[in-house]
């Protein structure tokens, strides 16, 4: 197989996945799940590709207009379709190579491949047959789109050819096999995050004052991809000065400053999986006796959360436990009185003047990765850990992000190869 950048999951974890989602379907179950769209922008451009996650999940294939069909038999077996986009000869000189029957097969373990012309009337056979349908809703609880996507599409197109049918959603399903990663799966998240710390520190020493935050953005993209990730997992933050206090800044135009901070908050996608992490830096390579006191009250809460994110805990509980710890630093820091924080002590959330959002999200195929909003860590869940200080009146903002994997005695850094300690920080950028 050399049509892929990245060193694809087996087979065999596709065929796994298909098995125990059927597993928990009823006899009669027909799942369709489609590619997403590829979007347009103007004329006749179109954005990149995105490829729907649970497809990718249990297909293992990243190509548009690609479909999924499961039938779960009487006796609970499972016959599994995959529609592909045709391509010939013809088609590979105008729009490149796609993926030919024998490769899709290679990819997903499904050995029923066929071009998506037959799409209409394998639903014409399949549907009126089926007790239930389950498609591909995405119910995510933060979920904010006035796009229709492909599968809400094809969703419409469906029950307007077959109003009765009995349409059911995967979501949930789909996303409590998806919290839960795999070795298979370990395997792509340690190299999205390997690749994430190293190009990171590559960068590092090369920052100095006058340099433009979009030169560093150049930078990290040049060392990410020349790692074989295909992009930045998200937009990259790299935040100098007062804009380390905006959440969100994705502009990277202005040049940093001598005695300024850098805040950069990035990520390397390898093979579909996801890496995310945050460190703030002085750009001219010493951090201020503020900035440091600031920054090492940050780095005791992620440490803090670090040591206590274990199986059994709930992540409401935990959020709770990092506040407390919060507080504390953001008192010694002289930015809370006690009294602010006495006034609430078990769950002082004043400390979200300074530290307004959420300590960690789960991580794995998406960014912020499905999953119910409060859940119990468990065992092989990944989670990103990131408390953060903001202070716009100083031009002080901190946060500090990896990611971890939950193992039964607590959680193991994925990123142990970019620095946290201030000495560490200060060393390599001499
Ligand atoms: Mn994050």
């Not at 490769?103 to 499904?110: G, H, P, R, V, W």
């Not at 074989?228 to 990259?236: G, I, N």
């Not at 920054?295 to 709930?314: D, N, T």
Request: charged content about 25%.
């Amino acid at each position: 197989m050399h049509t892929l950048r990245y060193a694809p999951i087996p087979a065999s974890f596709y065929a796994d996945r298909r098995d125990k989602l059927a597993a928990q379907l009823p006899a009669g179950s027909l799942v369709i799940i489609h590619a997403n769209d590829i979007y347009p922008t103007n004329a006749d451009g179109t954005l990149a590709h995105h490829q729907n996650a649970n497809l990718f999940y249990l297909t293992g294939i990243d190509q548009e207009e690609t479909v999924l069909l499961m039938r779960v038999m009487d006796d609970g077996s499972h016959e599994d379709t995959l529609l592909l986009r045709e391509t010939n000869e013809h088609i590979v000189i105008w729009e490149g190579a796609r993926l030919t029957k024998e490769m899709a097969t290679q990819l997903s373990a499904i050995d029923d491949v066929r071009w998506t012309d037959e799409y209409n009337s394998l639903l014409a056979e399949w549907v009126p047959a089926a007790k239930e349908i389950w498609l591909e809703q995405d119910n995510h609880p933060r979920r904010n789109t006035y796009v229709q996507t492909r599968n809400a599409r094809m969703e419409a197109a469906l029950l307007a050819a077959y109003p009765d049918a009995k349409v059911k959603c995967l979501y949930d399903t789909l996303a409590a096999m998806r919290m839960v990663k795999t070795e298979e799966e370990l395997v792509q998240l340690r190299e999205a995050c390997r690749i994430t710390g190293e190009g990171f520190v590559e960068v590092l020493r090369s920052i100095k004052p006058g340099m433009g935050e979009w030169e560093m953005e150049g930078l990290l993209s040049s060392a990410y991809i020349r790692r074989r990730a295909r992009k930045f997992s998200f937009l990259p933050i790299i935040a100098s000065g007062k804009d380390t206090c905006v959440l969100h800044y994705i502009s990277n135009h202005k040049r940093c400053e001598d005695g300024d901070l850098i805040l950069f908050d990035i990520g390397a996608e390898y093979g579909g999986y996801a890496g995310d992490m945050t460190r703030t830096v002085p750009a001219n390579g010493k951090y201020t006796p503020r900035q440091k006191a600031v920054y090492e009250a940050c780095l005791a809460v992620h440490r803090y959360a670090f040591s206590i994110m274990r199986p059994g805990l709930k992540k409401s509980e935990y959020e709770r436990l990092v506040r407390v710890r919060m507080a504390a630093e953001l008192v010694k820091l002289g930015l809370l009185t006690q009294e602010e924080v006495d006034a609430a002590p078990e769950n002082p959330l004043c400390v979200r003047k300074y530290f307004m959002h959420g300590t960690s999200h789960s991580l794995g195929i998406d960014v912020h990765d499905v999953g119910p909003l409060d859940i119990e860590f468990a065992e092989n869940q990944v989670w990103t850990i990131e408390p953060g200080i903001y202070i716009p009146a100083e031009n002080i903002g901190i946060r500090i992000e990896t990611d971890v994997v939950i193992h039964a005695d607590g959680a193991e850094d994925l990123i142990p190869n970019a620095p946290l300690e201030v000495a560490d920080i200060e060393a390599l950028m001499q």
